[in-house]
T-cell receptor, first 113, second 113 residues
Framework: GIQVEQSPPDLILQEGANSTLRCNFS?????LQWFHQNPWGQLINLFY???GTKQNGRLSATTVATERYSLLYISSSQTTDSGVYFC???????????????FGQGTILTVHP | DAGVTQSPTHLIKTRGQHVTLRCSPI?????VSWYQQVLGQGPQFIFQ???????GRGNFPDRFSARQFPNYSSELNVNALLLGDSALYLC????????????FGPGTRLTVT
């Protein structure tokens, strides 16, 4: 199956710092999503970004599908940004979606005040 | 609009028992997927249902089964519970076309003793 690798596994920042999280994947995809998992386990959608660049406030993401990686940028980090960030992909099966997202192991982000 | 809902929120069962978890998708979404997340890992795909048919299955034993109802809600059933089945069970829904973006519910936290 498709492999998803996220880096770094852990990241500790001071409030106000910027950061970049990376997601590498091993095959072509028709779905790539970034999630933030809060302490109660809820997966919050950040971006649906199988290709291209998107921005939402202090967060932005870029996926270079031809090179099989995606980046999540967090600027001016806040303590509320703390949590686990997951990248998840669905392999491109000729246009058919089976709803099978494969998740990376996540990046644990801690932002100190 | 209501998001994906799941019930119950928490559940404690004994080894060997059976459990049923429930999920209601976002209104208008016809695809439901189930995931298992054990502590410290990313979610793992269990099933996808679309238009009441199983369209995808992950690497889980036959003790796991699911179904989708005419109103697109879904149930996940697990028989003969093992200690290793203790996990957060997540349900996601999507339109499937034109966008494959998945939206997750808050999860059911299952503890097997």
């Amino acid at each position: 199956g498709i492999q998803v690798e996220q880096s770094p596994p852990d990241l500790i920042l001071q409030e106000g710092a910027n950061s970049t999280l990376r997601c590498n994947f091993s095959d072509s995809v028709n779905n790539l999503q970034w999630f933030h998992q809060n302490p109660w386990g809820q997966l919050i959608n950040l971006f649906y970004i199988p290709s291209g660049t998107k921005q939402n406030g202090r967060l932005s993401a870029t996926t270079v599908a031809t090179e099989r990686y995606s980046l999540l940028y967090i600027s001016s980090s806040q303590t509320t940004d703390s949590g686990v960030y997951f990248c998840a992909v669905e392999r491109n099966a000729g246009g058919t979606s089976y709803g099978k997202l494969t998740f990376g192991q996540g990046t644990i982000l801690t932002v100190h005040p | 609009d209501a998001g994906v809902t799941q019930s119950p929120t928490h559940l404690i069962k004994t080894r060997g028992q059976h459990v049923t978890l429930r999920c209601s998708p976002i209104s208008g979404h016809k695809s439901v997927s189930w995931y298992q997340q054990v502590l410290g890992q990313g979610p793992q795909f269990i099933f996808q249902y679309y238009e009441k048919e199983e369209r995808g299955r992950g690497n889980f034993p036959d003790r796991f089964s699911a179904r989708q109802f005419p109103n697109y809600s879904s149930e996940l059933n697990v028989n003969a519970l093992l200690l290793g089945d203790s996990a957060l069970y997540l349900c996601a829904s999507s339109l499937r076309q034109p966008s494959y973006e998945q939206y997750f519910g808050p999860g059911t936290r299952l503890t097997v003793t």
